[in-house]
């Protein structure tokens, strides 16, 4: 079964300015894929306890195992480490070029470890890798920061870069990439992690091309493939991610006043993309080789924003800083996602931090005392806009914001937890388990925290099919039966396209397992069956699983907050709906094989590949 | 409305060796009635923010309303303050003789402050108040202290007691009543509060009347409403509540091996009253003035534990040191039982302790290096007699359990907190929420945490009615739906019993808010309604909900543990259940008038008399 096929990752220690080659072998590749899959192996083995921004805690850059070839929308990279945020296993995804790049520069992944002296990036081409000296570039946005890289090293360079916010160790802080494109890997602070290293940024040029093993098979399929992509895609094609907000909102899933209220229709209708596109769009982007084409860039030439040019906020910016702070003033979100961008902040754990201190402030928790005079009304522009800079300065009340809600809550005392809404941590993605039940189960087992990117469920009770799943029928949104299983399987499922470097969109088109294996095949040459691509997928949920169960989570961290568990909401399409997370569980544990405390069990462990992982069990008592 | 009837307090500070009088006008008596609602009232005017083992932490024992009169079942004394344990609000309910004999020496309740610099013990009598030298007291068992303190002050002395338990501060020690009766203020760790004000013993001879507003009147009810109570609590006047534990087993109720599994039968058999009070009853007792007659005085004169001579075990304590521990051998239950009650320790979080420790071992979390050698298998009888000598000791592995489950679970760390089943620290009673759900609500819920007195739901499930309640049928005890509103009916009118110093078993024989208005009608001659009645306990359950508000309790802390929330009983009755909390709390804080973060409103507060707890609101901040 092993071919030829490895992977090479470039190795860097910051402390001692050394750069190595690693040669990862085929069988290691196959188990494992790329991405956070690889990552994850890497970081399961190679554990330092030690707190995350710490130069000991490694940060890994890993594109996926198609990543830079021809298969459609293998743009991925994902950023993986220990979470600063959470404590725990951290992976944030991102698309753009430069994954590509770098694989077309001749490696699969980048392992930093250390800490430089003093600010450095690293410049990657076919040629060398070498350290330089960032002082100039040090304090600058991450638009700045990668004009400033490419006008000194060309314009075909990609460019990964933190802003003052990484810098600063925010501990919400995001990498960003592709500079005005404003491609992010916004979640779990691993911004902070590259600041802590003294690394403003990796800029990549490749010129190679990325090895595939039969590629005219490869273009054979995907002639008929990439059609059907793009033809079942086409509603993100035309507003990308900014289009959902009304059918969202439609579908009672759309946060509203820190997850308080159940309708916001004119609301919705103001701030979603179709509303707001026409008048600002500058030009449709894509991500590499994607033909589905999301990405919207806008330019504001009037109002009080005028200036703005970037990326049109995605759903989840416009969910963030629009319906759950209750503004529905379109331009203020376009402000706050540029300054997001510009700072280098995760737009979703900022935005909740808003809404969060918004609620702190109307329940009399905070005062104009603690935020330096600045009245945080609900939608309030001013407010808005100022935390977030104070966020991306770590200054004024916002620094405190800046931790996450849950470590601020813990600083703010008395009852301030309950209007956080986390899981392990991380603030929830904007999309209602009390809308999609079986999110519930989802956001309270993911691995990172409350990611909605991890099983997806809403779509597929939004009626979207993934072949050999087996959900015929979309299942009843709001009911409590067989939820964990659904989130089961689309967590297993999702779990195949980070490794990959596949865009999740693909689900949207119906790209299954199947068609996955095929790819992989024509890639590779390795003889992969549609069912490895399932197995490979939960043997990666159960091994980030492992690693946080060394860090002690189980059971007892696979929670709603109470008010996603206890508080229905009041009106819309899931009112009154709050799903039943105790029971979800139950069943979820059983189809994972792991115990009634949520660890993994040994024979499941056996049956995965991951007996090695064995030693972190008796940590958790099992 | 207000009549000339007032409350008399003995005040005590132990640090001066001062005693006083203390009045309580009728106006406030009618208010809060006595028992924990006077307790309560008192106690959260007078909050002192102190550990509740500092001097300064009072420390109060109160009749109820009605104690010491000839209302049947009117026995009963609570024991307040705030609990060593769990932090917040506690309460421990105790029948026996000592409360009527305060109430006839002229007292309505004991407010204890400071601590002695040496061991004390209190006498009370008609004439006088004393503070007795206890240094040859201190050291000795509670039957020993009562013993003596009777050998020296006269036989009709009626001691109240810790063991060495509570003089070690055993955060788990019972305050013992009555001796070798057995009865127990168990709940909470009180024992150790009045270890830690140096008092060993309260000491009470009475030799007046309890005044009665219309005894004619009074006599003529009761002569009609003795019989029918004496009639319809007959099985417990058999055998107790030891006679319950089949009963309980076949609804799918009982704890089985720390609450893992569903069915238990031939062990509920071999351990339940039924089984073993014909073999080793000495005699039958009865609380004062007590129609009911539940208690039950063995002695055993052969096998292993000859010797013992004492009350036999409650359902409660079989259960706990039975079949939560997987131990089938009764004697075993009654010797364990016979330390708990000598040494001053509570049954309830003892064998909770035993059954965690158990499982601890089982799962490697805790091993013989931990235990000194001492194996802790299932049902080990060794096991389970030495942890809980441990435990009254404080020495060894026991005094890790004797700091209660969940802080033992903190300081042995890793995932130890997934086998402590608590709510708020205090270790749940032995009626499982997944057999009756309107138990989880209740549970979730009650301010001195898993209580299973303060609603005791599963009997309406089991087809006990309550007069003037509404339920005309028994409701299906594993549906999800309107529990909430059990959980908030059945507490209010639970909290009636209390503050009057009624034993909740008049429940059993159907007594409702009616016939205790006609009561305390006779007795006070206050003209209360049955509505007044209900208000009084919802006022009750309102002030504690406040007094735990102040502690910074909200919504975050009324949770099941996640044993009982996501892991089914895997056989009997109760097989699959598992209790959707999220939903019944959303129904109930609507139905108690809390704000969705479990906060009451300031409009209840208002309506039930009690604005004046209003400024511990901003710390919730609302």
Redesign the interface.
Known sequence: MASGWWGKLLEVDLTRRATWEREIPAEEMQKFAGGSGLAASILFREFVDCNPLDPENPLIFMPGLLTGTVVPSASRTTVCSRSPLTGIWDESNVGGYWGAELKSAGWDGIIIRGAAEKPVYLFISDESVSIKDASTLWGKDTFETEEAIRAEAGSKVKVAAIGPAGERRVLISSIMFDGRLGRAAGRGGLGAVMGAKNLKAIAVKGTGRVPVHDLQALRAMLKQEIPVIREKAAGMTQFGTAGGVQAVEAWGDLPIKNW?LGSWEEGAKKTTGQTWLPKALDSHHTCYGCPIRCSKLIRLDSGPYAGIYGHFPEYETLAGFGANCLNDDAEVIMAANDLCNRYGLDTISTSAGVAFAME?YE???VTKEDTGGLELQWGDAEAILTLTRQMGEKEGFGALLGEGTRNAARKI??????YSVHVKGLEFAFHDPRAFTSMAANYATENRGACHLGALTYFLGRGIKVPDLGYAEPPDVLS?EGKGKIAYDMQNYMSIFNPMGLCKFLFLASVGPTQIAGWVRAVTGWEVTPDDMMTLGERLFNLKRMYNVRL?I???D?K?P??L????RPSGKSAGS??????M??EY?KLRGWS??G?PKRETLKRLGLEWTEPAL?????
Chains 1, 2 share one sequence.
């Open positions: 308080t702190l329940k009399g928790l005392g008395r009852n301030a937890i309950e409590n002690g189980s059971r007892k696979d709603l109470p008010r568990m206890s508080h229905a709050l799903p039943h997370i105790g029971k569980l139950d544990y009634e405390e660890i008796p940590l958790a008592g099992l």
